[in-house]
């Protein structure tokens, strides 16, 4: 038979191994809660990492987006100055071609002029030399009988 003593002495090393169980198990799951703390907190500073990258990236986009809109900008402000520009000498160049062909008119209706008063000019000398030829001198008054009679 069973002592009463090792009874007690059976039932207090239960309670002993019970309690290091227990204290074993409690220990053991404060270990898991710490490690799974780190992992995240580990976890958390991998994703704080990678946000900043996306964030990083995301910004970066945004500046490359802004700068290809002021390149495109620029582009179309230097598009529209050259357009500016080649009107102004398309308008200049039409000036000056109307100026030239007004200055040609001017010219050429000149030329017509002095080439009509030289023909006139040798018709008269024609008609002279044939007048002279003639006889016909045009050092005498016609009217030189009608003002000997007054």
Same mark, same amino acid.
């Given at each position: 038979?069973?002592?009463?003593?090792?009874?007690?002495?059976?039932?207090?090393?239960?309670?002993? @191994?019970?309690?290091?169980?227990?204290?074993?198990? @409690?220990? !053991?799951?404060?270990?898991?809660?710490? *490690?799974?703390?780190?992992?995240?907190?580990? !976890?958390?500073?991998?994703?704080?990492?990678?946000?900043?990258?996306?964030?990083?990236?995301?910004?970066?986009?945004?500046?490359?987006?802004? !700068?290809?809109?002021? *390149?495109?900008?620029?582009?179309?402000?230097?598009?529209?100055?050259?357009? *500016?520009?080649? *009107?102004?000498? !398309?308008?200049?160049?039409?000036?000056?071609?109307?100026?030239?062909?007004?200055?040609?008119?001017?010219?050429?209706?000149?030329?017509?002029?002095?080439?009509?008063?030289?023909?006139?000019?040798?018709?008269?000398?024609? /008609?002279?030399?044939?007048?002279?030829? /003639?006889?016909?001198?045009? +050092?005498? +008054?016609?009217?030189?009988?009608?003002?000997?009679?007054?």
């Amino acid at each position: 038979m069973i002592d009463h003593k090792e009874l007690e002495e059976y039932r207090s090393a239960c309670a002993a @191994r019970d309690r290091a169980s227990l204290a074993y198990r @409690r220990k !053991e799951a404060y270990l898991q809660r710490l *490690r799974k703390l780190q992992e995240k907190e580990i !976890e958390n500073q991998e994703q704080a990492a990678i946000n900043q990258l996306e964030d990083s990236a995301h910004l970066d986009v945004l500046e490359y987006v802004e !700068e290809c809109k002021m *390149r495109r900008r620029l582009s179309l402000v230097y598009r529209a100055n050259e357009k *500016r520009r080649h *009107r102004e000498w !398309e308008r200049l160049k039409k000036e000056e071609e109307r100026e030239q062909l007004h200055r040609s008119t001017k010219l050429v209706s000149l030329d017509r002029k002095y080439v009509e008063l030289a023909k006139q000019k040798e018709r008269a000398c024609i /008609a002279l030399d044939a007048l002279r030829h /003639a006889g016909c001198s045009f +050092n005498v +008054n016609p009217f030189a009988a009608l003002l000997d009679e007054l």
